[in-house]
């Protein structure tokens, strides 16, 4: 009887259809338990409680006869109050639960734990205790289960006085689990799921494994509620198809017209109904994708249905055709696109080599692709295409982030010309900050590159140390550590230091605090095991205003009377929130312990070496250490100090003596010519430092 005849025959009263129905359907299909209540609560509410009860009596007798134990619950849950009284309901539903669970040993002691015994006038806590014991009867011995981290398992062992199972799984066995945590950490498998099956019957999944791949894929992505990864199917799979059938097996598995592809994010796969249905799948995940998504799917559900591919193909070159002068980039991306699948579209105004000849800024249009290859494809036809190339590939390299796409600039530049290109890595090694990227896989290729590693050794290994703590290096950072590890690119440029370099080496790495020791002492080591006169050579003094040593001497006196102390205090406090795995407040702590600890070694080392200037004792004639030299260049003028690394500010005409250009100055006289950023300039007087 439908919700709409009930009301019907309620409301005119007609009692003995209403009656007529239920019983032609409790003989039909007594499990139909909610329709029966519905009808009995129906009856109630206009006053008929003794139909409703004879009514809901007949379901309760029909379920018990028929050992509908579970219906029989959901009876007693939405009508038992109707039907008994609180007592009578509590014995009725404990004899429907031992009767539902009475193929397992467990029920009855089960019962007895979680207290369904105790407190009977208690209903709605009788229902609580039931719940608690279905919790827990799912777990009984044999159960499958399975467990994030284990794979699959069976339930070994249930230990009602510890409160425990204990199950094997695939990688552990005897994993104890507590019955409070079982229901967050396990989950019962039902019958058919993969996982199951690989301990039920691996031998079928083998034989599907040999003979018909795409079953077996079949039977993974449906025993899962939601699409999987390529990964998240190889683990399911795991034991069943191993590492060396992995790639034959998925190859012919996924073929299959009813696997449908989910692009876009991380790649997931899902089975549909027929193909009709995958078809309709690809189709509406393609309407509703970007452009990308839109090439994705065609180029991996392409091969389903020659009109879907049609239909794919003609939305795709529309979408180009548009994107062509407000969005060339994405333009060139679907061309390409399309002409990997074969159906390059006919309309050459749009194709790669005429938007990139024709852009009156082909940098912003390369930087708009994302696909690396792509990339390199443009630069190949900037490179042959354009005039202005030589300009161009500057910009571009300075630009590109990817490695191998610098790989493939590098080779063309360095074809195209080479002192020009080597012009490019002075300019980096100058300012490395203008393209970290770039500085990066400099400083990596170096470790390999003969020429680029003989460029200027002693600037390079600078320079990566000087960038570690840099922010627009922060992504860059762990790969730039690595090349001060054995076989890196800082231990093979000590062989071309000379041994004032490698001086100048060994301090930067002692006063480096983004080394960590591990880092430091191999490097230190091998400075040694080159030059051993190093290990002789007391500490190079350290020269500074008296100022800056004040300065530091303060700084290093607050580190060790407030910020170090109250940085242990920190951590200890931290300590006592609990997990120090989970402790975001103990490892901000240790962390800023590590840099507090590093920065006053450094402070301790520098001043023991520090000694100050005094200007009424420096010999000006010559650049030394604490002068100030005149410059001139026609009509310019220009006026720079030599000071100690503490004082370095170039940007205000003040330079470290440890600097290259320092360097280059000391010992120079009045009248002599220097070199300064491609300007030839005279000094004209030399004088103290100010």
């Known amino acids: 009887m439908t919700t709409g005849t009930l009301q019907d025959n309620l409301a005119s009263g007609n009692f003995d259809s209403i009656e007529d129905a239920c019983l032609t359907e ?57 039907l008994y009284s609180p007592e009578q309901l509590h014995d009725a539903i404990v004899d429907s639960l031992g009767q539902r669970y009475s193929d397992s ?57 510890l409160q425990c199972f204990k199950v094997d799984f695939e990688i552990h066995q005897g994993l104890s689990v507590g019955f409070r945590g079982a229901a967050k950490l396990l989950r019962a498998l039902p019958p058919g799921d993969i996982l199951r099956r690989k301990i039920e019957d691996p031998e079928s999944l083998r034989e599907l494994r040999d003979n018909d791949p795409s079953r077996l894929l079949e039977l993974t992505l449906t025993s899962s509620d939601r699409a999987m990864t390529a990964g998240e199917i190889r683990e399911a799979l795991r034991g069943v198809v191993d590492e060396k059938q992995w790639s034959s097996w998925w190859n012919a598995a996924r073929k299959h017209p009813q696997v449908v592809t989910k692009v876009g994010g991380r790649q997931s796969y899902s089975w549909a109904a027929s193909d009709s249905h995958a078809q309709a799948a690809v189709w509406e995940a393609f ?25 794919m193909i003609e939305s795709l070159g529309a979408i180009g055709a548009r994107a062509r002068r407000g969005d060339p980039a994405l333009a060139l991306e679907i061309w390409s696109g399309l002409a990997r699948t074969g159906e390059a579209p006919e309309d050459e105004t749009w194709s790669p080599s005429a938007l990139l000849t024709a852009s009156t800024d082909p940098r912003a249009l390369v930087a708009g692709i994302g696909d690396r290859s792509l990339r390199e494809q443009a630069y190949e036809i900037l490179r042959s295409e354009r005039d202005d190339w030589s300009d161009l590939g500057h910009d571009l390299f300075l630009q590109e982030e990817d490695a191998r796409g610098l790989d493939a600039l590098a080779l063309l530049l360095r074809r195209e010309d080479e002192d020009s290109f080597l012009g490019l890595i002075d300019e980096l090694l100058r300012q490395p900050a203008k393209a970290p990227a770039a ?41 730039l550590l690595k090349l001060a590890e054995s076989g890196g690119t800082i231990p093979r440029l000590i062989p071309l230091l000379s041994v004032e370099q490698a001086a100048q080496v060994e301090d930067l790495v002692n006063r480096s605090g983004a080394l960590q020791d591990f880092r430091r002492t191999p490097l230190i080591n091998a400075l040694h095991l080159r030059f051993p006169d190093l290990r002789q050579t007391t500490e190079d003094l350290l020269y500074a205003r008296p100022e800056s040593i004040q300065a530091h001497e303060k700084e290093f ?33 240790r962390q800023r ?39 001139a260049s026609g009509d310019q003028k220009r006026a720079l100090t030599i000071l100690g690394p503490w004082e370095s500010s170039p940007e205000k005409g003040i330079l470290s003596y440890e600097s290259e250009l320092g ?17 030839t300039w005279s000094i004209e007087g030399i004088g103290t430092f100010l």
């Open 105 to 161: 040993d467990l029920t009855k002691a089960l019962i007895r734990m979680v207290g369904l015994e105790r407190a009977p006038e208690d209903i709605p806590k009788t229902w609580e205790k039931v719940g608690r014991f279905r919790d827990l009867i799912v777990y009984d011995v044999g159960a499958i289960v399975t467990m994030e981290g284990k794979g699959a398992g069976r339930v070994v062992e249930v230990n009602l006085e």
């Open 439 to 479: 500085f990066t896989w400099l400083a990596e290729r170096a470790a390999r590159d003969e020429e680029l590693m003989g460029r200027n050794p002693l600037r390079l290994v600078q320079q990566i140390l000087a960038v570690l703590p840099d922010g627009k290096f922060s992504s860059y950072k762990q790969r």
């Open 663 to 679: 360097q280059s100055l000391l010992g120079k006289k009045p009248g002599d010519s220097v070199e300064l950023d491609g300007t």
């Open 26 to 82: 409790l003989e039909r299909d007594p499990s139909r338990v909610s329709d029966f209540v519905a009808a009995a609560q129906g009856l109630i509410d206009i006053g008929e409680e003794e139909r409703a009860n004879l009514l809901l009596e007949l379901v309760d007798d029909q379920l018990r006869e028929q050992g509908l134990w579970e219906e029989r619950l959901e009876l007693l849950r939405l009508a038992g109050n109707i």
């Open 287 to 311: 309407e509703k994708g970007d452009p990308k998504t839109k090439l994705d799917l065609l180029r991996k559900n392409g091969e389903r249905d020659p009109d879907l591919r049609q239909r």
């Open 557 to 589: 006196q607050e580190l060790l009377k407030k910020e170090i102390p109250a940085n242990r205090k920190a951590i200890e406090e931290a300590r006592a929130l609990g997990d120090l795995r989970e402790n975001f407040e103990y490892k901000s702590a």
């Open 593 to 631: 312990h590590e840099y507090l600890a590093a920065r006053a070694a450094t402070l301790e080392r520098d001043l023991n070496r520090a000694r100050p200037l005094d200007p009424a004792k420096i010999d000006t004639s010559e650049v030394r250490i604490g002068t100030r030299l005149e410059l």
